[in-house]
Protein backbone atom coordinates (compact mmCIF):
# COMPACT_ATOMS: atom_id res chain seq x y z
CA UNK A 1 0.00 0.00 0.00
CA UNK A 2 3.22 1.95 -0.22
CA UNK A 3 2.14 3.50 -4.04
CA UNK A 4 -1.32 5.01 -1.97
CA UNK A 5 1.09 7.15 0.17
CA UNK A 6 3.31 8.00 -2.65
CA UNK A 7 0.01 9.32 -4.92
CA UNK A 8 -1.35 10.81 -1.97
CA UNK A 9 1.95 12.93 -2.07
CA UNK A 10 1.89 14.04 -5.94
CA UNK A 11 -1.92 14.69 -5.95
CA UNK A 12 -1.90 16.63 -2.65
CA UNK A 13 1.17 18.87 -4.05
CA UNK A 14 -0.54 18.86 -7.29
CA UNK A 15 -3.50 20.12 -6.21
CA UNK A 16 -1.75 22.98 -3.97
CA UNK A 17 0.17 23.98 -7.20
CA UNK A 18 -2.68 24.03 -9.40
CA UNK A 19 -4.77 25.87 -6.89
CA UNK A 20 -2.30 28.72 -6.41
CA UNK A 21 -1.46 29.20 -9.89
CA UNK A 22 -5.18 29.31 -10.79
CA UNK A 23 -5.92 31.72 -7.92
CA UNK A 24 -3.17 33.60 -8.95
CA UNK A 25 -4.42 33.99 -12.45
CA UNK A 26 -8.18 35.03 -11.27
CA UNK A 27 -6.73 37.44 -9.06
CA UNK A 28 -4.22 38.49 -12.02
CA UNK A 29 -7.32 38.75 -14.48
CA UNK A 30 -9.20 40.79 -11.78
CA UNK A 31 -6.29 43.03 -10.70
CA UNK A 32 -3.88 43.46 -13.28
CA UNK A 33 -1.09 45.07 -11.50
CA UNK A 34 -1.22 42.17 -8.93
CA UNK A 35 1.37 40.23 -10.90
CA UNK A 36 3.63 42.99 -10.60
CA UNK A 37 4.14 43.32 -7.07
CA UNK A 38 7.04 41.32 -6.61
CA UNK A 39 9.27 43.64 -8.83
CA UNK A 40 8.82 46.96 -7.15
CA UNK A 41 10.89 47.60 -3.85
CA UNK A 42 8.31 49.98 -2.43
CA UNK A 43 4.64 48.80 -1.61
CA UNK A 44 1.82 51.28 -2.10
CA UNK A 45 -1.39 50.27 0.14
CA UNK A 46 -3.38 49.01 -2.59
CA UNK A 47 -0.52 46.24 -2.49
CA UNK A 48 -0.70 45.35 0.79
CA UNK A 49 -4.50 44.44 0.14
CA UNK A 50 -3.55 42.37 -2.69
CA UNK A 51 -0.78 41.01 -1.23
CA UNK A 52 -2.69 39.93 1.88
CA UNK A 53 -5.89 38.38 -0.86
CA UNK A 54 -2.22 36.47 -2.52
CA UNK A 55 -1.41 34.98 0.92
CA UNK A 56 -5.17 34.03 1.61
CA UNK A 57 -5.34 32.19 -1.58
CA UNK A 58 -2.01 30.13 -0.72
CA UNK A 59 -3.47 29.20 2.72
CA UNK A 60 -6.56 28.17 0.82
CA UNK A 61 -4.98 26.21 -1.49
CA UNK A 62 -2.51 24.74 1.51
CA UNK A 63 -5.83 23.61 3.29
CA UNK A 64 -7.51 22.26 0.31
CA UNK A 65 -4.15 20.20 -0.44
CA UNK A 66 -4.31 19.13 3.20
CA UNK A 67 -7.99 17.82 2.54
CA UNK A 68 -6.68 15.81 -0.48
CA UNK A 69 -3.84 13.90 1.07
CA UNK A 70 -5.82 12.73 3.84
CA UNK A 71 -8.81 12.08 1.94
CA UNK A 72 -6.05 9.61 -0.21
CA UNK A 73 -4.87 7.56 3.12
CA UNK A 74 -2.26 10.09 3.26
CA UNK A 75 -0.50 10.10 7.42
CA UNK A 76 1.22 13.17 8.98
CA UNK A 77 4.45 11.76 7.48
CA UNK A 78 2.70 12.57 4.00
CA UNK A 79 0.91 15.72 4.88
CA UNK A 80 4.65 16.68 6.25
CA UNK A 81 6.53 16.35 3.02
CA UNK A 82 3.65 18.24 0.74
CA UNK A 83 3.69 20.74 2.98
CA UNK A 84 7.64 20.86 2.93
CA UNK A 85 7.94 20.21 -0.55
CA UNK A 86 5.74 23.20 -1.24
CA UNK A 87 7.95 25.34 0.97
CA UNK A 88 10.83 24.04 -1.00
CA UNK A 89 8.90 25.52 -4.32
CA UNK A 90 7.81 29.35 -1.86
CA UNK A 91 11.87 29.16 -1.06
CA UNK A 92 13.02 29.40 -4.32
CA UNK A 93 10.32 31.74 -5.43
CA UNK A 94 11.42 33.82 -2.48
CA UNK A 95 15.15 33.56 -3.91
CA UNK A 96 14.14 35.11 -7.13
CA UNK A 97 12.46 38.24 -5.46
CA UNK A 98 13.85 38.81 -2.59
CA UNK A 99 11.45 42.23 -1.76
CA UNK A 100 8.90 42.12 0.68
CA UNK A 101 10.33 39.63 3.51
CA UNK A 102 6.97 39.91 5.63
CA UNK A 103 5.37 38.43 2.94
CA UNK A 104 7.13 35.47 2.44
CA UNK A 105 7.77 34.86 6.56
CA UNK A 106 4.00 34.84 6.54
CA UNK A 107 3.82 33.05 3.75
CA UNK A 108 6.64 29.96 4.86
CA UNK A 109 5.27 30.04 8.37
CA UNK A 110 1.42 29.15 7.27
CA UNK A 111 1.73 26.31 4.70
CA UNK A 112 2.54 23.34 7.16
CA UNK A 113 -0.57 24.77 9.86
CA UNK A 114 -2.76 25.36 6.54
CA UNK A 115 -1.87 21.52 5.41
CA UNK A 116 -2.93 19.85 9.02
CA UNK A 117 -5.64 22.02 8.87
CA UNK A 118 -7.33 20.40 6.15
CA UNK A 119 -6.19 17.02 7.10
CA UNK A 120 -8.25 17.85 10.74
CA UNK A 121 -10.88 18.95 8.41
CA UNK A 122 -11.22 15.99 6.48
CA UNK A 123 -11.24 14.21 9.49
CA UNK A 124 -13.34 16.14 11.44
CA UNK A 125 -16.27 16.03 8.27
CA UNK A 126 -15.50 12.04 8.46
CA UNK A 127 -16.33 11.62 11.91
CA UNK A 128 -19.62 13.90 11.80
CA UNK A 129 -21.28 11.40 9.09
CA UNK A 130 -20.83 8.45 11.34
Given at each position: M???RVL???IG???IAFLSSLFAKVQGYLYPDSLLLFEHPVV???DVLQLIIKLLCIYCSCIAGGVVT????GRNKELSIV?????????WLWLNTVNLLWFWILLLSGILPCVFLGS???DYQSRSRN
Open positions: VYKSIIFTTKSIRFLKGVGIMIVIGKMK
